[in-house]
């Protein structure tokens, strides 16, 4: 592992299902955030985690959880999925702002 | 409301350069990404500005005004494989990152 690893890469899923994307950095890095990115729209921040053991609601948390149990691995969990959470998904971490943020390839999600 | 405005989309010639602008309201400021995104990839990291001025890295550059609320990337010597959605970000009060919904920069031969 080198970096960020997301997955699954790419998923179709029944709406009303529960689905769990994995995310996991080997850099030690303190930080670590899930985004969601859909067309004609920047990127937003679903949740983030500062440290491990703590995390915290971005701008669009509804229907999405996450858990933090140790510093590599930063899971996101979509409870009851739903078609308008299609979307391709990116989990990132930071260590230094200077450095910006690294991320994984992404998960192209789609909800039928 | 936080905002970030970049155009949504250039086209340049191969060997020229092109300045693609930022313009941002946002609640206080820690600083300014620039970051490449190729068509199903990544984002991957191309400059941080927290002072104002120009930084030069290469081919790239990064100018940012704070009183004028505005950044550009400049690129010169365009080449093919520079294709990509090029997106700002700012750093705001709350040390979040602010996006923009990006720049789709087309490289013609």
């Known amino acids: 592992i080198a970096g960020i690893t997301q997955a699954p890469t790419s998923q179709i899923l029944a709406a009303g299902r529960r689905m769990t994307l994995r995310c996991t950095q080997d850099?030690?890095?303190?930080?670590m955030y899930w985004y969601r990115q859909d067309l004609g729209l920047g990127l937003r921040l679903i949740h983030y985690?500062?440290?491990?053991?703590?995390?915290g609601k971005g701008e669009v948390p509804d229907g999405y959880s996450v858990s933090r149990a140790n510093t590599d691995d930063f899971p996101l969990t979509l409870a009851s999925a739903v078609p308008s959470q299609t979307s391709v998904y990116f989990c990132?971490?930071?260590?230094?702002?200077?450095?910006?943020?690294?991320f994984g390839s992404g998960t192209r999600l789609t909800v039928v | 409301g936080q905002n970030i405005d970049q155009p949504t989309e250039m086209t340049a010639t191969e060997g020229a350069i092109v300045q693609i602008n930022c313009t941002y309201q946002?609640?206080?400021?820690?600083?300014l990404f620039w970051y490449q995104q190729h068509a199903g990839e990544a984002p991957t990291f191309l400059s941080y500005?927290?002072l104002d001025g120009l930084e030069e890295k290469g081919r790239f550059s990064s100018f940012l005004s704070r009183s004028k609320g505005y950044s550009y990337l400049l690129l010169k010597e365009l080449q093919m494989k520079d294709s990509a959605s090029y997106l700002c970000?700012?750093?705001?009060?709350?040390?979040?990152?602010?996006w923009g919904a990006g720049t789709k920069l087309i490289i013609k031969p």
């Open positions: 500005n927290v």
């Open positions: 985690s500062n440290t491990a053991g703590t995390t």
């Open positions: 970000a700012v750093v705001d009060s709350n040390y979040q990152l602010i």
């Open positions: 850099m030690r890095h303190n930080a």
């Open positions: 946002t609640s206080g400021f820690n600083g």
């Open positions: 990132a971490s930071s260590d230094d702002r200077v450095h910006g943020y690294t």
